[in-house]
């Protein structure tokens, strides 16, 4: 089945830090990929739509100069959170949807970013 | 504003029971509905999905069922066995918005022997 992987699992630097997280689909292209933040005990909330080849389209609320969202290829796409303080601590999931498949959403296995 | 909501935040069942999460909803323009389930520290992972077009879908030991009216939705696991303890989060997309997923809060089922 489809694949959907993320690195790194656990990140934990100071703050000021930039931290670059990446998300790749090892078996399928996906030109779409979606990247989300859980708070503990809540809910999966989506961030922003990373689109290859152009511009990623953000939710209300998020930073997009605070987020930095690359989809260069149509298997790789990266989250920078930029100038990383405690507040940014949060799990980050990334997950990508392969196109020639009726099932929906595939989802990495998240990073756990911890800012001191 | 929660969307998508899971009213029960735990919910504990014996094994060989049913177990029966809740989810409900309150943007009409949602038609499509999975279920999630998720470990500690790994992502979720697809359940089971169900379109508005119908009321129930079937697989395996899971079933979904939905009333629209309602703007609820369920998800029924029989017979429940240990592996199934997890969290289980629903989700609603709105076709035609390349599948952005809203997600409910959880519901972090244990199945005791």
């Known amino acids: 089945g489809a694949v959907v992987s993320q690195h790194p699992s656990r990140v934990i630097c100071k703050s000021g830090t930039s931290v670059k997280i990446e998300c790749r689909s090892l078996?399928?292209?996906?030109?779409?990929m979606f990247w989300y933040r859980q708070f503990p005990k809540q809910s999966l909330m989506l961030m922003a739509t990373?689109?290859?080849?152009?511009?990623?389209?953000?939710e209300q609320g998020v930073e997009k100069d605070k987020f930095l969202i690359n989809h260069a290829s149509l298997t790789l796409s990266t989250l920078t959170v930029t100038s990383a303080h405690p507040e940014d601590s949060s799990f980050y999931i990334c997950?990508?949807?392969?196109?020639?498949?009726?099932?929906?959403?595939?989802f990495g296995d998240g990073t756990r970013l911890s800012i001191l | 504003d929660q969307q998508v909501k899971q009213n029960s935040p735990s919910l504990s069942v014996q094994e060989g029971r049913i177990s029966i999460l809740n989810c409900d909803y309150t943007n009409s323009m949602f038609d499509y509905f999975l279920w999630y389930k998720k470990y500690p520290a790994e992502g979720p992972t697809f359940l089971i999905s169900i379109s508005s077009i119908k009321d129930k879908n079937e697989d395996g030991r899971f079933t979904v069922f939905l009333n629209k009216s309602a703007k609820h939705l369920s998800l029924h696991i029989v017979p429940s066995q240990p592996g199934d303890s997890a969290v289980y989060f629903c989700?609603?997309?709105?076709?035609?918005?390349?599948?952005?997923?809203?997600f409910g809060t959880g519901t972090r089922l244990q199945v005791t022997l």
């Open positions: 078996d399928f292209q996906a030109t779409t």
């Open positions: 989700a609603a997309s709105v076709t035609g918005t390349a599948s952005k997923l809203t």
């Open positions: 990373s689109n290859e080849g152009s511009k990623a389209t953000y």
């Open positions: 997950s990508a949807r392969d196109p020639e498949q009726s099932q929906p959403q595939h």
